[in-house]
């Protein structure tokens, strides 16, 4: 029992990591497209229009650059040199004004040895950051009878108290047959 007891906590713990390890990302973090080739990070993942956006691989080695086409969101073509980071090249374009909404995939040609990255940019038309968070009530119609006051909502409570409990006292006095 309690070697079959080891294997399926095993089991589900590997599991779980598995998953945890294949969750995507969100926000304003990387995200990454693997392929066969390697990765391509795009910083910030969710952009407005306007903003300049860095993206980096480690895909083309340690002496690598590379050609990055933003083509499909509109900002053409841009370099990728080598960086301070080891074996990481890195470039950046501007996400046009005129960008739509949308998700669009942003490639990476490595100058040596045919190897093509992929990652994928949002565009939004405010940022993530910038969103107001609704504050307050909502008038429904529904429920509020005393009012926001918390005096009158607590009398409300303890007449509905007094309510139910006579009216079990009277449901069991006349159960017993006592008359009402």
């Not at 029992?1 to 945890?20: F, K, P, Q, S």
């Amino acid at each position: 029992m309690r070697r079959t007891a080891r294997l399926l906590t095993g089991t589900a713990l590997a599991a779980a990591a598995a998953g945890l390890s294949a969750a995507p990302a969100h926000g304003g973090g990387p995200v990454r497209t693997v392929t066969a080739a390697g990765s391509l990070q795009v910083y910030p993942s969710t952009a407005v229009p306007g903003t300049h956006v860095t993206v980096n691989t480690a895909a083309c080695g340690s002496s690598g650059s590379a050609l990055g086409d933003a083509g499909a969101v509109g900002a053409g073509t841009f370099p990728l040199a080598p960086s301070t980071h080891e074996g990481e090249a890195i470039g950046q374009f501007r996400v046009p004004p005129s960008a739509q909404p949308g998700t669009y995939e942003i490639v990476a040609k490595c100058a040596v040895g045919d190897k093509q990255v992929t990652g994928d940019l949002m565009v939004a038309l405010s940022a993530v950051h910038d969103q107001v968070q609704p504050r307050g009530s909502v008038k429904t119609g529904v429920g509020g009878a005393l009012g926001p006051d918390p005096v009158q909502t607590a009398a409300g409570v303890a007449a509905l108290a007094v309510a139910a409990a006579g009216g079990t006292w009277l449901l069991h006095r006349r159960a017993r047959g006592d008359g009402i």
